[in-house]
């Protein structure tokens, strides 16, 4: 019986937009899928040594819940969603929530975007990085986690052309 393959392209480079690839591939590899996945865009973000800079979005993002991470029961269970209108008005909120976001990730004990892309690793999914968006941004190899490979879309579509699960996130 031939393995199954699984083949994800990472175009986004927010906390929230991190998550979906990782989880997937590590899942995938885990039922014993071949993968590989290519960062492309701001998905590079994500194969950067630091991730620190890794922020949540919440304008334009009405499916994102906005509810506190601590306090008392009625209060984590209040839906703060705020208008994008407002949101866009008031400094540091991208900044707020990311705290919030992150705190929630930790009281859930979800793991971190850096020890899912570990994981990943340990199961030998291939991170491709695209090296056209590299040069477009002005990166370093330096810049980037050791293991992966550069390449271009040609690089990733011959396993992506065979690949019995193909999903663009």
């Excluded at 996945?37 to 922020?55: A, E, K, S």
């Excluded at 919030?100 to 979800?110: C, R, Y």
């Excluded at 975007?113 to 030998?124: G, H, T």
């Amino acid at each position: 019986m031939q393995e199954k393959k699984m083949a994800i392209i990472a175009t986004k480079g927010t906390l929230d937009w991190a998550y979906p690839p990782f989880i997937l591939a590590s899942t995938a590899a885990a039922l014993g899928y071949e993968v590989q996945m290519f960062f492309t865009f701001y998905g590079l973000q994500l194969l950067r040594r630091d991730l620190t800079g890794l922020r949540v979005s919440p304008l334009g993002n009405p499916g994102m819940p906005m509810k506190l991470p601590y306090g008392p029961k009625w209060l984590r269970d209040i839906n703060l969603n705020i208008p994008n209108a407002v949101q866009s008005l008031i400094p540091g909120y991208e900044n707020l929530a990311t705290v919030l976001m992150k705190k929630t990730i930790s009281n859930n004990g979800v793991a971190s975007i850096p020890e899912l892309r570990e994981l990943c690793q340990e199961a030998e999914v291939k991170f491709i990085g695209c090296q056209m968006t590299v040069e477009l941004f002005g990166f370093e190899h330096d810049d980037f986690i050791d293991g992966i490979e550069y390449g271009g879309a040609a690089t990733f579509f011959e396993f992506a052309g065979e690949s019995d699960i193909c999903l663009y996130i």
